[in-house]
Structures are given as structure tokens and as C-alpha cells.
């Protein structure tokens, strides 16, 4: 792909977003308005948005980016709904653009920028729900192509970026620290620049206030939206007409098992990795970390299923492209069911029955699509494997 072809891609990925930021302008409802009650606790009450509850589960950057938007929309500047959602859609360029790079030099698709530029669950996700993952998985995949041209420092000030953004992206600590055999100083350097700076930003709030930073970001378990959980949950509403509750309190051994089983594989991958007997370069690994944790934990929050997009375009086929279509109707019941406000007018009778029965079905589809997705890159690992053990 030439860089003019990957500007193009650039340009309809903004012209997209933009599009449905300016068409969704007034519709302040979930997230975007969980965005806004922390603005207002900011900019009227206090400087620290874990003494909100439940509404602040995250590292403290995006408070800013709430803050400005809130004082953006008081004068008059933009909608509070679209001020919120600029830097997800700088994010999303930013993607789009690390692809077009990746591409030209031969590790990515000349597609891969196209695709995500259009891509109907990074629309959904962050030019209508507003939430911000495009932002950490962005600092992700920088992350990973600066180490595979070989520079690892700035690969972990990359991933310290995205950990300080939404601490997800610590999942892809070990199998990017220690890529290519790295030595464990050399992997512990690595580690200490990925994870220092976002230590230091909490600083500030463990001193100010522990029992809130633990409550609320290190308290969060998750939300039964997608997952095996919320298949449990669908099935009930289907069976007597009543939906349980999503958060994680309510499915405290669904939770504790997520966390088990979830950590078991996550570890094994890595030990795996390490130990010669899963061939995979970096970026694939990181992605085998991500699709395994949309397989295997069981109470996902819709914005989740972003998670694995971006590396998985890098080298499109079959399972990106199951996973995108049972994703995409999973969300689509989601919005409409769940999160009435976020993609249309709320529906009622009939309408929204179907809406509920679209998510569920979406939901066991995009399970089946992971993990079909995650058996595949075991398998490309383990052949990666075999053919290392022959040509050796």
C-alpha cells in the first residue's frame, strides 16, 4: 500500500466517524452520559474522579479528556456528545494509519487499513457508543510495530500509553517484553518503562484517597453484556421474560471463574510462548491473548469486542471475518435491547423483543466466532512450531 492509498483510507475512516459523531450529537445516554456526570463532578466538586461511584473504572487520563469536553460544551463550543468523541476518532485514524504503515512494509494487508477504516464494530463502539478503547488498542499496535523494527523502548513507552489509557493492554506485557528470546533485563527494562509512568499517575489518588481508587478501579469486574455469562442471562430472559442485572456483583462465581480460567490459559499461552512450543511472532501473540480473553471471560462489556479488531485486520481472513459479522449483529441487538438511546429511539412490544432475541443470538455467534479464531492461531502457533523443528 503507497502512502497516498493509506492517506485515502485516513480520510474516509474521519469523513465515517464524523459522520455518525455529528448524527448521534444530542443523544447523551450511557457511557457518553456516565462521561458527563464525571465532567460536572470535576469541573463543580473536586479534581478526583474516583470519588464518583461506578462511574470512573478507568486510569486517570480519560478524566481529562471528559473534562474538557464538559467545558467545551458549557461555552457554547460543541456537543458535549461529539467533544467527547475526538480523540476516540483520532485514535481511530491513528490505527488506520499504523496499518497503512504495517502494510508497506510487508506486515499487513494492503486491505487492512480499508477495512478498519469501515469496520462496523469500530463504528459502533466509537462514533456511536463513544467509548474509548481505540484509544489504548491504538498505543497497542504502535506498540507492536515498534518492536518489530526492532525498537523496544519505544514499543514499551507505546504500551505504557495504552496501560495508563484503560489498564487492559497489560495483558500484552509479557509476550511483547520478552519477543525474540529477550533476556530478562532486557525484559524487565521493558517493563519498567511500560508500566512506570502509568504508576506514577496514580500516585497522586492512592494518596489522596486509597479505598476509592481501589473501589472503583481496581474493584471492576466486567459487565455480563457478552461472554458466557450473558448467554446465561439471555437464556433466562428467553425462558421467563426476566433479565437478571449485568454488573459483576451479581455474578460473583461467574466472575471468580472468568478470572480463573481466563488467568490459567492467559499464563499457559505465555509459558508456552516462552518455552519454544508456540511459535508466534508478537503481534500474533498479542492478538491469541486478546481473542482468549473474548473467549474464555465471561462477563464482557459491549466495547470489548473492539478489542481484538485492530491486529486481527493485520492479517484478514476467514475467522476476522465471522467474527466481524456475529460481532456486528451482537452489538446491534446490544444497542437496541440493552442501551436504548445509543443507535435509534428506544423501541417497545414486538421491536424490541427481536432487538433482545438479536443480541442473544449475536452473543453465541461472536463466542463460537472467538473461539474458532483462538484455535486457529494455536494451530498456526504449534505449526510454526513444526516448521521451525524441521528446517533446525
Known amino acids: 500500500m503507497t502512502a497516498r492509498g493509506a492517506g485515502w483510507a485516513v480520510g474516509l475512516a474521519l469523513a465515517l466517524r464524523l459522520l ?4 448521534t450529537a ?12 464525571v465532567a460536572d463532578h470535576l469541573l463543580d466538586v473536586s479534581w478526583n474522579p474516583y470519588e464518583t461511584r461506578r462511574l470512573y473504572p478507568y486510569p486517570p487520563p480519560w478524566a481529562a479528556v471528559e473534562a474538557a469536553a464538559g467545558w467545551a460544551a458549557r461555552r457554547g463550543l460543541l456537543p458535549f456528545a461529539v467533544a467527547v468523541k475526538l480523540p476516540v476518532i483520532a485514535a481511530d485514524l491513528l490505527i488506520v494509519a499504523a496499518l497503512g504503515a504495517m502494510a508497506r512494509a510487508g506486515r499487513a494487508s494492503p486491505l487492512s487499513p480499508w477495512l478498519y ?6 463504528l459502533l463502539v466509537g462514533g456511536v457508543h463513544g467509548q474509548f478503547d481505540a484509544i489504548p488498542l491504538a498505543l497497542a499496535l504502535v506498540s507492536v510495530e515498534s518492536l518489530a523494527r526492532g525498537r523496544r523502548d519505544a514499543s514499551a513507552l507505546a504500551l505504557a500509553g495504552a496501560i495508563a489509557t484503560k489498564s487492559f493492554p497489560v495483558l500484552l506485557l509479557p509476550a511483547l517484553a520478552f519477543d525474540r528470546g529477550a533476556r530478562p533485563p532486557s525484559a524487565l527494562r521493558y517493563a519498567t518503562l511500560a508500566l512506570a509512568p502509568g504508576a ?5 489518588f492512592a494518596l489522596a484517597d486509597p479505598p476509592a481508587l481501589a473501589r472503583e478501579l481496581f474493584g471492576y469486574s466486567g459487565i455480563a453484556d457478552f ?16 433479565l437478571p442485572r449485568s454488573e459483576a456483583r451479581f455474578w460473583p462465581l461467574a466472575s471468580l471463574a472468568s478470572k480463573a480460567v481466563f488467568l490459567g490459559a492467559w499464563a499457559t499461552a505465555l509459558v508456552a510462548a516462552r518455552g519454544g512450543r508456540l511459535r508466534l511472532e508478537a503481534g500474533r501473540l498479542a492478538l491469541l491473548v486478546l481473542v482468549a480473553f473474548v473467549t474464555l471471560y465471561g462477563l464482557l462489556s459491549a466495547q470489548y469486542l473492539l478489542w481484538v479488531v485492530p491486529l ?3 492479517r484478514p481472513g476467514r475467522a476476522a471475518a465471522a467474527y466481524t459479522a456475529a460481532a456486528t449483529a451482537g452489538l446491534a441487538g446490544f444497542y437496541l435491547f440493552l442501551a436504548p438511546g445509543v443507535l435509534a429511539a428506544p ?6 423483543e427481536q432487538a433482545g432475541r438479536l443480541w442473544v443470538a449475536g452473543a453465541a455467534a461472536t463466542l463460537v466466532a472467538a473461539a474458532a479464531w483462538l484455535a486457529a492461531l494455536v494451530r498456526e502457533g504449534r505449526n510454526g512450531l513444526r516448521a521451525a523443528t524441521a528446517t533446525s
Open 312 to 314: 486481527g485486520l493485520a
Open 227 to 242: 461472554g458466557w455469562a450473558a448467554l446465561a442471562r439471555g437464556g433466562e430472559w428467553l425462558a421467563s421474560g426476566e
Open 20 to 23: 455518525l459523531a455529528l448524527a
Open 117 to 122: 477504516a469501515a469496520h462496523p464494530v469500530s
Open 200 to 204: 506514577l499517575l496514580l500516585l497522586p
Open 347 to 352: 423501541l417497545a412490544d414486538e421491536a424490541l
Open 26 to 37: 444530542d443523544r447523551v445516554t450511557a457511557d457518553v452520559l456516565r462521561y458527563r456526570k
